[in-house]
């Protein structure tokens, strides 16, 4: 047995336990939910990306407009999205 061979073997019995594949998984899940809610965030109505051409982008937002993540017993006809930022 080489010494690379002994030395990969060892790091991935240190790195692949059972045990901490739920860990992974957790952590993994829980980072790209973050991302994801992190762009979220960034596309709202309230965050100014571009001072010159639109400095105030929650003044275009019609009334019946849904710009939450979830609303409770309220019907709108659209969502709002960013054309661009």
Not at 41 to 53: C, I, N, T
Request: proline share 5%; aromatic share 16%; net charge positive.
């Amino acid at each position: 047995m080489t010494a690379a061979h002994a030395a990969k073997k060892s790091f991935w019995n240190i790195w692949y336990k059972t045990e901490i594949i739920p860990i992974y998984i957790t952590v993994g899940g829980a980072c790209g939910l973050a991302g994801w809610y992190l762009t979220r965030l960034a596309r709202g109505p309230e965050v100014v990306w571009d001072r010159k051409s639109n400095p105030y982008p929650w003044q275009n937002i019609d009334q019946d407009t849904q710009v939450k993540l979830m609303t409770v017993n309220q019907k709108f006809e659209k969502t709002y999205s960013r054309d661009r930022f």
